[in-house]
């Protein structure tokens, strides 16, 4: 069953250090095949991004970002989990160095929004919104605000029902 992954908090590192605290990540029973793969290859992260969005979030969909890379050669992971009808956002920075990232979450009528941007050297978010009913998010990351290599808009990150 995977409802839980078994997460292993040693050899974690700072500040998915957190993750030590949460022994496993409930992963959605809809969440895709490249969900599943993800959140079995790299749990660390899975579990890291989980623990930053607050207790008892379920991983919905993980993206390797730029959409259509192979997972191990992503810039960025976009992580979706949610909580009873809640939803949660984090962008996971996978290049190593700080980079200009943001992060936007709004309900399906472009109310309620949540943003997050700045120079991360680990993740942006947690962005949060209230209805996850096919909420919109949009996710960039470049060297500025101006050059960007990931420019993703998605409408059906979390649940359209």
Known sequence: MRAILAVTAAALTAPQAVAADRP????????????????ESDPRATAAAATVCGTGYTLNKAIPLPVGTDPGMRLA????????????????????????MYLKVCKVDNTGC????????????????????????????????????????????????
């Open 24 to 39: 496993g990540v409930s992963v959605s029973a809809e969440a895709d095949a490249t969900t599943l793969a993800l959140a």
């Open 114 to 161: 949540d943003t997050d941007s700045g120079n991360f050297s680990e993740y942006a978010g947690p962005v949060y919104v209230s209805s996850i009913a096919c909420a919109k998010v949009t996710a960039r990351m470049g060297t500025s605000s101006g050059n960007l290599f990931i420019n993703y808009t998605n409408d059906y990150v979390f649940p359209c029902n």
């Open 77 to 100: 992971t976009l992580f979706s989990y949610t909580s009873g009808g809640k939803g949660c956002a984090i962008m996971d920075n996978n290049v190593g160095v700080s980079r200009y």
